[in-house]
């Protein structure tokens, strides 16, 4: 495993459905460009993004983003201010989201833990003699907090709203249609925010994640059983 400079995937050409002429280009992603990967023991490389503090930094944080978020994304507004405390930052795509292979495809709770559990040993060792923290939000807050059963070179683990009211918490005959569902046609695509619901009452926020190319903004249904499963973990 180690951390080496980011190469972004190819462009899809884009054609516009009027003419044979190519379709304006679609807004760019939130945050700032991945100049380097958290490359994985099996080869995947996952974009990592960094806010850098000014001066030399007392601490960093490790940030893992909340389901069809991604890195570049989930701490735009929380960044600088860490920053201005002196923490560094890094907040890396989770496989499946963001810029990763497959995007939109579960890759298992297993693969998700391990690559945390990597990705935490990667920045630990690239600071030495700094305490190095953990935030999972929602769906990271599920994946933080199972990384951090096992022993970690972290001081402590932070989780925001971490998704973990499972199947338990939902009507049996709910379970047992989505499972149906997933077994029948796990492809099939639902909205990734229930209608009527809002994640946040900051409309900024809203609109670009709506926005914003790498944002999931319709899930598989697999996906949506997968962090069931995260939360169940």
């Known amino acids: 495993m180690r951390i080496e400079a980011f190469t972004p995937p190819p462009p899809a050409e884009r054609l516009s459905p009027w003419a044979l002429v190519p379709a304006p280009a679609p807004p760019l992603p939130a945050g700032p460009a991945p100049a380097e990967a958290l490359v994985m023991a099996d080869g995947t490389a996952l974009a990592l993004r960094v806010w850098r503090p000014e001066g030399a930094p007392r ?15 989930s701490l735009i507004e929380g960044a600088p201010l860490l920053n201005a405390g002196g923490v560094l930052v890094y907040a890396y795509d989770q496989r499946g989201f963001g810029y990763s292979r497959h995007r939109g495809i579960w890759p298992g709770v297993e693969s998700l833990v391990a690559d945390a559990r990597a990705a935490a040993r990667l920045i630990a060792a690239r600071h030495p003699g700094l305490p190095l923290f953990m935030l999972g939000e929602s769906m990271g807050g599920a994946i933080t907090a199972i990384a951090g059963t096992e022993a970690l070179p ?80």
């Open 154 to 233: 972290v001081q402590g683990y932070i989780l925001s709203a971490p998704a973990v009211l499972g199947r338990g918490v939902l009507p049996r005959v709910a379970t047992l249609l989505l499972d149906g569902m997933v077994a029948a046609m796990p492809a099939m695509a639902m909205p990734a925010v229930a209608g009527g619901l809002a994640a946040s009452d900051n409309r900024a926020a809203l609109l670009r994640f709506g926005r914003d190319p790498l944002t999931i903004h319709e899930a598989r249904l697999d996906l949506v059983a997968g962090v069931l499963d995260s939360m169940d973990a």
């Open 59 to 73: 601490a960093v944080l490790l940030a893992l983003h909340g389901f069809g978020d991604h890195g570049g994304n």
